[in-house]
């Protein structure tokens, strides 16, 4: 399974929000591998020095080991979310986030002994730091499935109105100066790019004008109406207002016609706005269900 990493964290389904924790957790991860089994204490440590330079190196392959599993996290909530897809979802969490970092930390090390002229075999690394290497990923794994389940358990109260769940039927644009509220019924189409989400009307001539809200697309799509608005791709969900005509794509797809269009005629489009009209080839068939009504 291959996860594009610009794709994965441009608009995470869970917005963990934990960069500092993770360089925390980090530089917790590293303090205690350079402690374990040490005969001296931690303030006679300081005073080494040596121990700034082997508290560095244990750093950065913590953090690369700990953003490792964060990324793949991201990329598994998108394609296999706990609720719906439990083994599938526990089975590529234990496979990508912790058997394959713990096989990358073991030949890292074995690498190390190596160059120093070593087998890793013969020395107490399996016994003693990659024991304890072992139990720091699992611990990770663990954070972020219970980060996730906490963050998802609120979900649904932050994403629908206090009316029995009912569609949203504003949404307010905050701006620098002031707060606009949008019908939805206005709204044409949502779309997604370089991480932030805009709204376009019927009455925005034109793209560049079009107003960036709050959250993210998998907020929008579960707070609108399904039957008035649909998601054709990761970028873009569009009013059925909005779609002109279609027809077949490229592997697939389909490609819209818009209402208003992102560009008129003749105009070039940028290369990061080419799919802003392209139903996805896994969505083809749900989209000519909607659009029947």
């Given at each position: 399974m291959a996860f594009?990493?610009?794709?994965?964290?441009?608009?995470?389904?869970?917005?963990y929000n934990d960069f500092y924790l993770r360089i925390a957790m980090s530089i917790a991860a590293s303090q205690i591998l350079?402690?374990?089994n040490e005969q001296v204490t931690?303030?006679?440590?300081?005073?080494?020095?040596?121990?700034?330079?082997?508290?560095?190196?244990?750093?950065l392959i913590a953090f690369l080991l700990v953003n490792y599993i964060y990324i793949v996290t991201i990329g598994l909530d998108k394609n296999f979310d706990w609720k719906n897809h439990t083994t599938k979802r526990l089975g590529w969490q234990v496979l990508l986030g912790f058997a394959i970092p713990a096989l990358g930390a073991f030949l890292l090390a074995a690498l190390f002994f190596a160059v120093n002229r070593m087998n890793i075999l013969q020395t107490t690394y399996l016994d003693q730091d990659y024991t304890i290497i072992l139990i720091m990923l699992l611990i990770v794994n663990l954070y972020y499935f219970g980060l996730n389940s906490f963050l998802l358990r609120d979900e649904p109260s932050k994403e629908t109105d206090n009316n029995n769940g009912a569609s949203k039927e504003v949404i307010v644009v905050d701006t620098p100066l002031r707060s606009v509220p949008v019908k939805t019924l206005s709204i044409r189409y949502l779309y997604l790019l370089e991480g932030h989400v805009?709204?376009?009307?019927?009455?925005?001539?034109?793209?560049?004008?079009s107003l960036q809200i709050s959250g993210n697309l998998k907020k929008y799509e579960k707070i609108l109406d399904s039957q008035q608005f649909f998601r054709i791709n990761r970028q873009v969900i569009v009013s059925f207002d909005a779609c002109g005509s279609f027809t077949p794509g490229k592997n697939k797809t389909l490609v819209l016609t818009l209402n208003p269009p992102p560009y008129p005629n003749g105009n070039p489009v940028p290369k990061e706005h080419e799919r802003l009209c392209v139903v996805s080839e896994d969505r083809v068939a749900a989209f000519r269900q909607w659009i029947k009504r």
């Open positions: 594009g990493l610009k794709r994965l964290i441009e608009e995470p389904v869970v917005n350079l402690m374990y931690f303030f006679n440590l300081l005073l080494q020095p040596g121990y700034y330079l082997s508290l560095l190196g244990s750093f805009f709204l376009r009307t019927e009455e925005i001539t034109s793209l560049s004008d």
